[in-house]
Every structure is written in C-alpha cells, then in structure tokens.
C-alpha cells in the first residue's frame, strides 16, 4: 500500500491506431485523524472544571459554551466537517481553527459529542458528560444545633447531605474567623472539628455541589469555659465550729445564676440564692458545695464544720466561795480552764475578758480584777468558759459589797473600881459572832455580848473592837481604874482593918454555924432512941 503523503500516478492508454495518451494523477494518502481539543466554560468565560471523582461536568446554568480547537496535516486540501452531537456545525477549509458553540442542557446528565472529520474520513470526537443541577444539596446539621452551649473548645461539626460534596465550615466570633474545608464521606455523612472562640460566635457550613449549587446553615454557638462562681454567706469562713445537730448553709451566685447547685451531693433550688440544712455528726464534717452550668463546668468549694458538744471545764478558785461580802471594791477572780477560748467576767451584762496568767486557754490560769462602783453594793458575778462552738461552763458568785462598818455600843462602865474585874457589856448587829477585847475573842449572842475582864492594878485602856463579815472593823476605849490596896502586916491588930460592918457580919455567921450544929446532933440523938 501507499505511505501517507503525496504520491503522482502516470497512466498511459493506446487506441487501435496505436496513438498514445499520458495521464498524471497526484494521489495524497491521509492516514491521520484530526486533532481535536474541546473543553466546557461558562458563558462568563470561566472554564468548568472537571470533577475526576465523578467523571463528568457538573453546572447549575443551564447554557454553557463549547470551546475549542481543531488542526489537521492536510485539511488545506480539503474540508474539516466539525459534528456535535451528529450535526454538522462547522466546515472548515483551513488547517486548523477554533470551535465555539453556545449549549442548552436539560435538567440531569447531557451528553455532548464533538468530532471532528476531515475529507479523508479520518474522525476524532470528543465525549463530555454534563449534568444540569439547578438544585442545592440536602444538608443536616446533627450537631451543633442552633443556641447550642458548650464547655469544649473543639466541636465535631456532625451532620448529612449529598455524597462527597464540599463543604466549607466558617467560625466566626469577634476574636476572630477560623475557616476550614472538608469533604462529606461516599454516604454524605460528615463529620469535622472546629476550633471555637470563647463566648458567642456563628459556625457557617456552606455545602456545595458539583455543580456548584450551594446550601447554608448558620447556627449561633456559644462557649462557656469559664465555670459558675457563688459565694458563701453562712458559714462566714470555710472554717466554723458549732454545737449545733443540724447547719444551715446560705450561698449566692455571682455568676450564671441558673446553675444546677448540690450541697453535701443533695440537688438545692437555686434561685440565685440557694440554702440546705446539713445534719451534723460529732467532730469535723467536710461538706462540699458544687455548683454545674449548664454545659457542665463545675464549681466546687468546701466547708469544715466541726461539731463540738464538750463543754470546757471551768474552775474559780478566787473567790473561795460562792457568796462573798467583802468591802474591797476591787475583786480578784482567778482560776484554771480546760479546753476553752476564753473565760470572760459578766457583770451587769457586761462581758470582761479575762487573762490568762500561765499556759493557754486549752490548759491554763487566768486572772480578772473586777471594779465595783459605790453602787454595786449587791449582784450575781458570772465567770464563764467558753469554746468556739460556744458550749459554757459557769460559775455564779454573789458578791456583796458593804463599806459601812457595824455599830457597836458598849455599856457605861465605872471609871474607878475596887474589885479586880470589870464587865463590859453591849450590843453589835446581829450575826457578828465575836467582840474582840485586846485581842481575845468573846461569843456574841444575838448582838448582845457580856464579857468579865480581869483588871490589872491602876489603869487599864481596854481596846473592844467588832468585825462584820465584810471585814469591815468597829472599836472604842473602855478606860477604867483599878483601886488595889497592898496587903497590911501581920502584927497589927486583925480589927484595926475592920469597920463594924465586917464585925457584924463575922458575928452572925458564927452564930448560925452554931445553930447549924445544935441541930444536927438533935436529930442524930432521935434516931438513936
């Protein structure tokens, strides 16, 4: 056969009469197909791309535009016939030149066939796959949803629309725009993290097809990192003794006030103040108080309870006693104190703290000098112990203040005496028990006392002194003189030292010894006979 090219042909013909005729043929073997390069834009010029995923065209216009080229070695000796779809548009005499063809296409997928053939029937087509979908994607956003709160910076977009179609995620917050591109799975379904921005932001997922029909979903989301905050009334501290069974505690929020509250891991209303009471065991009690938003950030504080019902153990041992009289307008309280804060002094519902002289007020002495006015001359004194959780032990003292010192009234008593004793009689107030005479105590019977006092010759200042049970003293100066006389010699005369009085009295009492004697022996001689 014959190469492709140009070849001549020479023919030569003899008729009967033997006359010659020569014929040249030239004779061009085409043995290549044209070349043919056609490709699909938009009206605009802007050329559609090809999906290689789906192999094929995918527009949302209905008229595109076929754009494109032809060229062939020997189309200058003959026409290049251009088809589409088998209808001849275009005959070109040329060696190459352009196609361009305006396309309506119906709804679904169009098929469009461009061949190109030149005069030696040599053919080379072209075959595009185009589908018309004026029509958005499906989309479903599972998750977010729209007013959604969450407390994780990374969300999972979740959701469902046309197989492996495009979509692009657009967090938007006034901190700032976080973009991202994803691709949904053979299925649709599609799930991709974002970022988020704390506070309130718009989270945009654009789905769009291969045809570039595109669907929006705009959700508002918020984040909320930052966990709810109260405060707690009552207890005033996170610490707090009581010795009470049963607590109550006060709080109030200062942040998210709809938060859920649990107090000892019992659910509270809240209604932005909230209160449970909590049962007491004895000693400490840790009780937790939690407070959850409504995406789950959590809040806890805890408190210490302790519950102490042992009262500390008070001792006064100044005062001795529990009533005391005294004239001291200042009074000495002391003692010793076991497992207390303090001791105070209450006197006319005034607390007066007391000191401590040695240890600590867990094991310790204190001390307090309280001052009476000249108007407290009588009331009840309580010292009291006391612990954190208040628990007391007390001691009433009754003091009676008495500065005014007891009468006392003696007797008129002889200046001069002759006998060698001397009575000193008289009164105090009753209920003092002794009258002291120069020191030596004498019994007092009802404030009456009568006491016989032993007289030294010449004068005597005899100090007669009353104590009241306050202390307070009362004396006075019996002054008296005794008159002693030395005894006479033993050669004078018995009678010169005796009156006639003392003789008379000598007398009779001989005289009655005698009638006493007379009359023994009468009755002794009777009882004989």
Not at 444 to 461: D, K, R, Y
Request: charged share 20%; no cysteine.
């Amino acid at each position: 056969g014959m190469s492709e090219g140009f070849h001549n042909m020479s023919v030569r013909s003899a008729d009967l009469s033997g006359n010659w005729n020569t014929s040249t043929i030239e004779i061009i073997v085409d043995l290549t197909d044209p070349e043919l390069f056609v490709e699909l834009e938009y009206l605009n010029a802007t050329k559609i791309p090809y999906d290689a995923d789906k192999g094929g065209y995918f527009v949302r216009d209905k008229e595109i535009a076929i754009n494109g080229t032809y060229s062939d070695n020997y189309a200058g000796l003959g026409e290049i016939i251009i088809r589409i779809n088998g209808v001849p548009k275009y005959i070109f005499p040329s060696q190459w030149g352009k196609i361009y063809e305006r396309i309506t296409l119906k709804q679904g997928i169009n098929t469009i066939i461009v061949d190109a053939t030149d005069t030696a029937t040599n053919r080379e087509s072209s075959k595009l796959y185009v589908s018309l979908d004026s029509f958005p994607p499906t989309m479903y956003i599972y998750d977010p949803l729209d007013n959604q709160r969450t407390a994780n910076q990374t969300l999972f977009i979740t959701g469902l629309t046309e197989p492996i179609t495009r979509l692009d995620i657009i967090v938007q917050a006034s901190a700032g725009t976080n973009t991202y591109q994803a691709m949904s799975s053979n299925d649709g379904t599609f799930a991709y993290p974002v970022t988020l921005f704390e506070g309130i932001q718009k989270v945009v997922v654009t789905a769009a097809d291969s045809a570039g029909n595109p669907t929006v979903i705009d959700l508002t989301v918020f984040l909320d990192t930052t966990p709810p905050d109260f405060i707690i009334n009552q207890p005033p501290d996170s610490y707090v003794v009581t010795k009470q069974t049963r607590y109550t505690i006060v709080g109030t929020m200062t942040y998210e006030p709809d938060a859920d509250i649990i107090i000892g891991g019992q659910d509270t209303p809240n209604t932005g103040v909230f209160q449970r009471e909590v049962v007491l065991q004895e000693g400490e009690n840790i009780i937790d108080i939690v407070a959850i938003d409504k995406v789950g950030n959590k809040n806890t504080k805890y408190v210490t309870i302790i519950r102490d019902t042992v009262s500390p153990v008070l001792e006064v041992l100044e005062p001795e006693d529990d009533y005391l009289i005294t004239k001291e307008q200042t009074i000495t309280f002391g003692g010793t104190v076991e497992g207390a804060i303090g001791v105070v002094i209450v006197h006319k519902s005034i607390h007066l703290p007391a000191e401590l002289v040695s240890g600590t007020w867990e094991s310790g002495e204190w001390t307090y000098d309280l001052e009476l006015g000249p108007q407290d001359l009588e009331q009840d004194v309580q010292v009291i112990a006391f612990d954190l959780a208040d628990n007391e032990d007390m001691t009433s003292i009754h003091v009676r203040l008495d500065i005014v010192p007891p009468s006392l009234t003696i007797d008129p008593v002889p200046e001069e005496v002759e006998t060698p004793f001397v009575w000193i009689n008289g009164s105090t107030d009753t209920g003092i028990a002794f009258v002291y005479v120069e020191g030596v105590a004498y019994a007092v019977t009802n404030g009456v006392f009568e006491i016989q006092w032993s007289l030294a010759a010449g004068e005597n200042n005899l100090a007669v002194e009353v104590i009241d049970d306050a202390g307070n003293p009362a004396s006075d100066i019996v002054t008296v003189t005794y008159l002693w006389e030395p005894p006479k010699d033993d050669d004078e005369e018995v009678t010169d030292g005796l009156d006639w009085l003392s003789i008379l009295g000598i007398a009779i009492l001989l005289v009655a010894i005698v009638v006493l004697v007379t009359a023994l022996f009468v009755v002794s001689s009777r009882r004989r006979r």
